[in-house]
């Protein structure tokens, strides 16, 4: 009301002193025909669109004749378009003021109030003109809006009535109704209301799901249970039926009802792919750690099949499981499959690599690999699969390029230091041992408790007898680690030997002979070696 009172007073002072400029210029004699003059120019300056014209006109109408209510809702309009709000809010206003039987001057002004938040003006404007215009839906719409924004529901509901009574039954008033009364809480009133729609419209499902919803919200399950029901039997093919039953079997803890009903959504060829695709990850999430999730995957994944075996989200979902139950084969078709629809998808390509590797394929993992990295240029997954499978595959050149680039794209340290500790064994078979141990000296700061490439790098240095303080401290830290590894024991071994410390030597190698399961030439031969160090 302040902001109101402070532009009403505003607009006093704006009338009084156009007034005294009139009278200076004009000495209290108005011309009409210039008025109408400029007037129509004004309206032609509209008509093409030119605010600024329009104004200018206006305006000059407004000189010849200063209460000239139409020239000042014209150009209140112009401002407006100018964005000259304040000067549009005022020349309405004295518009209004002028000529306060004109409905078009009154509703101009409350859009005003109604933009300015002004609310309390607003509603008194627009009760004023419904009782003027008691026939006019429009005017109680208005006054409907506004008693909404100031949560005044009985009033609302009041002029509602009223308003139904002059347009009949209307869908948006309804809903508008139900809502009011829910947000009340009348819940009362509210099943009142939702039990009428239903009498008055027994086939139309919503009512009796909105009923539902109300009845579950408030712990009437039997309620809640017959009304779905009863969905059913009126539309069977009702897209969110199964929805809202797998959301109530949830609540009430039936989960294999619960599921049965995400099973009858997915087959409901009447519910839209995404919703189905989300009620199944939300069931999925919230069923991660129960027994039964792997199988229940697996029917859901047939049930897409079935409605939609144009789409991948079947074969993603079956190649999960099969990948999930070792079963490479199947899970391989299914990647397969999915590609064919789609061949940009990194799960699908990822997956599809990860089954070939696991049946030895080493040559489609190469292949693929390479393939996907046509989409993924920087994903470095696919850099280290084709890396491996060409290292696999004896061609170490291509694959000390592909891990190359792929710890380019890499920011994780442990997938960097699985780069850096291949590409040092690849050097080192390469007989380029200088990068072979630069590898593995950024593999052991990115991942300093690896402990392959610790037992490696300590006998690589052992075999050149090079830095054997280091090759010991390494070595030391792998046994530590698997003090049953038969292999760690055998490298730590031949560095003690190196360093020409034969007894305990000895000691370690003798564990690492007894902890083989087949006779090894290499470990028999250091054996050897150290016992004739001890003369033995």
């Given at each position: 009301m302040k902001k109101a009172l402070f532009f009403l007073l505003l607009s006093g002072f704006a009338i009084g002193v156009f007034?005294?400029?009139?009278?200076?210029?004009f000495q209290d004699k108005p011309d009409k025909r210039k008025n109408a003059t400029y007037f129509s120019n004004g309206l032609q300056s509209k008509y093409r669109e030119d605010t600024d014209g329009a104004i200018r006109n206006f305006e000059q109408a407004l000189r010849y004749m200063p209460d000239d209510a139409a020239s000042m809702f014209e150009l209140?309009?112009?401002?407006?378009?100018?964005?000259?709000f304040e000067e549009a809010f005022r020349m309405i206003q004295q518009a209004a003021n002028l000529d306060p039987e004109n409905k078009w001057y009154q509703m101009r002004l409350g859009q005003f109030y109604r933009n300015l938040e002004q609310y309390d003006d607003y509603i008194e404007l627009y009760e004023n003109l419904t009782k003027k215009y008691p026939d006019d839906p429009e005017m109680l719409s208005e006054l409907i809006d506004a008693y909404l924004v100031m949560e005044q529901y009985d009033k609302a509901l009041s002029k509602m009535e009223v308003l139904e009574k002059q347009i009949g039954q209307n869908d948006f008033f309804t809903e508008q109704r139900l809502s009011i009364l829910k947000q009340k809480g009348d819940t009362k009133k509210l099943i009142a209301e939702l039990e009428k729609l239903i009498e008055q419209n027994p086939e139309n499902t919503r009512y009796y799901s909105m009923l539902a919803q109300i009845y579950a919200e408030n712990g009437k399950d039997k309620d809640t249970l017959r009304l779905?029901?009863?969905?059913?039997?009126i539309s069977p093919e009702d897209p969110?039926?199964?929805?809202?039953?797998?959301?109530?079997?949830d609540k009430t803890g039936d989960s294999e009802k619960a599921f049965n009903e995400l099973i009858s959504a997915i087959r409901n060829k009447n519910l839209d792919l995404n919703t189905k695709a989300s009620i199944y990850d939300y069931w999925m999430n919230k069923n991660q750690d129960s027994n039964d999730v792997d199988e229940q995957a697996r029917q859901c994944g047939e049930a897409f099949l079935e409605t939609h075996p144009d789409d991948k989200i079947a074969y993603l979902i079956l190649g999960s499981y099969y990948l999930v139950k070792e079963n490479a084969p199947k899970s391989k078709e299914m990647y397969q499959k999915s590609l064919?629809?789609?061949?940009?998808d990194f799960l699908s390509w990822q997956n599809l690599i990860i089954s070939e590797s696991r049946l030895n394929e080493n040559e489609a993992v190469r292949d693929h690999a390479i393939k996907a990295l046509k989409y993924y240029p920087m994903q470095p997954v696919f850099y280290w699969y084709a890396g491996v499978a060409s290292a696999v595959l004896k061609i170490n050149d291509e694959a000390i390029t592909f891990l190359e680039k792929g710890r380019r794209y890499t920011t994780d340290k442990i997938q960097m230091a699985n780069f850096d500790a291949f590409l040092g064994d690849l050097y080192h078979e390469?007989?380029?041992?200088?990068?072979?141990f630069?590898?593995?000296?950024?593999?052991?700061r990115n991942d300093p408790d690896n402990t392959l490439v610790l037992n490696n790098y300590a006998y690589y240095l052992a075999v050149k007898n090079q830095d054997l303080d280091k090759a010991l401290e390494m070595?030391?830290?792998?046994?530590t680690a698997e003090p049953n590894n038969a292999t760690y024991l055998d490298t730590h071994a031949w560095v003690l030997y190196m360093k020409g410390d034969y007894k305990e030597a000895e000691k370690h190698m003798s564990k690492a002979l007894k902890l083989l399961k087949e006779p090894d030439e290499v470990y028999q031969n250091h054996y050897n070696a150290i016992q004739l160090k001890l003369k033995n």
């Open positions: 007034a005294q400029q009139v009278e200076s210029e209140s309009e112009q401002y407006y378009n100018a964005g000259r779905y029901e009863k969905i059913k039997e969110y039926v199964s929805i809202s039953l797998l959301e109530f079997y064919a629809i789609d061949s940009t390469q007989g380029e041992e200088q990068k072979a630069e590898a593995y000296e950024r593999t052991l070595s030391t830290k792998a046994i």
